[in-house]
T-cell receptor, first 110, second 111 residues
Framework: GEDVEQSLFLSVREGDSSVINCTYT??????LYWYKQEPGAGLQLLTY?????DMKQDQRLTVLLNKKDKHLSLRIADTQTGDSAIYFC??????????FGGGTRLMVKP | DAGVTQSPTHLIKTRGQHVTLRCSPI?????VSWYQQVLGQGPQFIFQ???????GRGNFPDRFSARQFPNYSSELNVNALLLGDSALYLC??????????FGSGTRLTVV
C-alpha cells in the first residue's frame, strides 16, 4: 500500500536553512512532489522530481531523493518569514493520483 | 493566464442536502482531479478524469460522483451530505508530464 509520512512541525530562524523530510513506501512511485499551503489557500506546486533523479535544485529550493531508503527532503536556503506555511510531499505512479503526507508546519522566527 | 478556477469559494449546506462544486482547468489541460482536505490533514484523492473519462477513484462512498465536460471543466457532486463531508475540496489540472496545479478550493461546511 501507499503511505507518505512527514514530521509535524519545524521551527527555524530567519536566514537559516530549513530541511523538511518525507518518507514514502511505494517503490513504484515515479514522481515526487513538494507543495506549499498558506492559511486559507490552495496548494502551490513548489517543485517535483522524477524517481530516476537524485537531486534537483531550483533557486533557494533543493530536493534530495534517496530511493534506497525511500526518503525525500526539501531544503530551503535563506529561509524567510514568507516561507512560513504547511509543506506537503506527495507521490504518484506514472503521474496518476497523488498520495499526500500529513504536512509539515514550518514556522520562521524573525 | 488564468489558473485553475473553482466555484463557489465557500458554501454552507445542511445535512442530507446535495452539493455541486465546479472546476475550470488551465487552458489546454485535459486532466482534472478532485481532492478532499479535512482540517489538519493532507488532501485525499477522490476522482481523476482525463478526456472526459474516469481514470481513477479514491476510497469514497457512492454519494460522491463527478464528471468532465467536453471543454474539460468538471463538476463534483455529493449527495446526502454528512457532517463529516465538511472540508476544503480541491481541484487540480495537469498537462502531460507536468506537475499538478491546484485551485484555491471550495470550503464546504455541513451543519
Amino acid at each position: 500500500g501507499e503511505d507518505v509520512e512527514q514530521s509535524l512541525f519545524l521551527s527555524v530562524r530567519e536566514g537559516d536553512s530549513s530541511v523538511i523530510n518525507c518518507t514514502y513506501t511505494d517503490s513504484s512511485s515515479t514522481y515526487l512532489y513538494w507543495y506549499k499551503q498558506e492559511p486559507g489557500a490552495g496548494l502551490q506546486l513548489l517543485t517535483y522530481i522524477f524517481s530516476n533523479m537524485d537531486m534537483k535544485q531550483d533557486q533557494r529550493l533543493t530536493v534530495l531523493l534517496n530511493k534506497k531508503d525511500k526518503h525525500l527532503s526539501l531544503r530551503i536556503a535563506d529561509t524567510q518569514t514568507g516561507d512560513s506555511a504547511i509543506y506537503f510531499c506527495a507521490e504518484s505512479i506514472a503521474g496518476n493520483m497523488l498520495t499526500f503526507g500529513g504536512g509539515t508546519r514550518l514556522m520562521v522566527k524573525p | 493566464d488564468a489558473g485553475v478556477t473553482q466555484s463557489p469559494t465557500h458554501l454552507i449546506k445542511t445535512r442530507g442536502q446535495h452539493v455541486t462544486l465546479r472546476c475550470s482547468p488551465i487552458s489546454g489541460h485535459k486532466s482534472v482531479s478532485w481532492y478532499q482536505q479535512v482540517l489538519g490533514q493532507g488532501p485525499q484523492f477522490i476522482f481523476q478524469y482525463y478526456e472526459k473519462e474516469e481514470r481513477g477513484r479514491g476510497n469514497f462512498p457512492d454519494r460522491f460522483s463527478a464528471r468532465q465536460f467536453p471543454n474539460y471543466s468538471s463538476e463534483l457532486n455529493v449527495n446526502a451530505l454528512l457532517l463529516g463531508d465538511s472540508a476544503l475540496y480541491l481541484c487540480a489540472s495537469r498537462h502531460d508530464r507536468d506537475g499538478y496545479t491546484f485551485g484555491s478550493g471550495t470550503r464546504l461546511t455541513v451543519v
